[in-house]
């Protein structure tokens, strides 16, 4: 099946700083992606979609000065958690869509300390 | 927008048993899929199913599109099945844009 990877896999960071996060599909073209959020013990909550050479859609809630997505090729998203502080730790998801089949990355464990 | 309910929350097996987990959305869908999520965060797509019913090894769905509602079900369960077991939904056939259900959390016992 498509695989997606993410990097890195857990990331920690002082309060302040900014951390980038890649997904990348890495034997299929995706001209779409889409970020998650998922806190400790719950469920996914979509954070935005990422498309290919356009802006990307965010959910409402979601602050898009703070989550900055940007899908430059067909094979990578990125999401960069700007000014990060305690309250963005969570697990970010990338997930990339085939036909019937959502395929996700495993994942990216961010700290802020 | 639309509910997805998610039950039992949480579910301790004997390896060996079977179970059922059920999936209950509060509107027409034309997009519900299961996925497996492993203690590493890892999620695996299980099914795409919006109605009817599938197989695949130990694992079956079913989804009464009409009913609104989904059941997985896992036959002679092992340890490696242990995680959390989330079903999504959404309107559209071919997207991404789901919406999770809480989840349920599978814990299987040698």
């Known amino acids: 099946g498509a695989v997606v990877s993410q990097h890195p896999s857990r990331v920690i960071c002082k309060s302040g700083t900014s951390v980038k996060i890649e997904c990348r599909s890495l034997d299929f073209q995706a001209t779409t992606m889409f970020w998650y959020r998922q806190f400790p013990k719950k469920s996914l909550m979509l954070m935005a979609t990422s498309n290919e050479g356009s802006k990307a859609t965010y959910e409402q809630g979601v602050e898009k000065d703070k989550f900055l997505i940007n899908h430059a090729s067909l094979t990578l998203s990125t999401l960069t958690v700007t000014s990060a502080h305690p309250e963005d730790s969570s697990f970010y998801i990338c997930?990339?869509?085939?036909?019937?089949?959502?395929?996700f990355g495993p994942g990216t464990r961010l700290t802020v300390l | 927008g639309i509910q997805v309910e998610q039950s039992p929350p949480d579910l301790i097996l004997q390896e060996g048993a079977n179970s059922t987990l059920r999936c209950n959305f509060s509107?027409?869908?034309?997009?519900l899929q299961w996925f497996h999520q492993n203690p590493w965060g890892q999620l695996i797509n299980l099914f795409y199913?919006?109605?009817g019913t599938k197989q695949n090894g130990r694992l079956s769905a079913t989804t009464v599109a009409t009913e609104r509602y989904s059941l997985l079900y896992i036959s002679s369960s092992q340890t490696t099945d242990s995680g959390v077991y989330f079903c999504a939904v959404a309107r559209a056939s071919n997207t991404g844009k789901l919406i999770f259900g809480q989840g349920t959390t599978l814990q299987v016992k040698p």
């Open positions: 199913i919006p109605s």
């Open positions: 509107d027409s869908v034309n997009n």
């Open positions: 997930s990339a869509t085939q036909p019937d089949t959502q395929y």
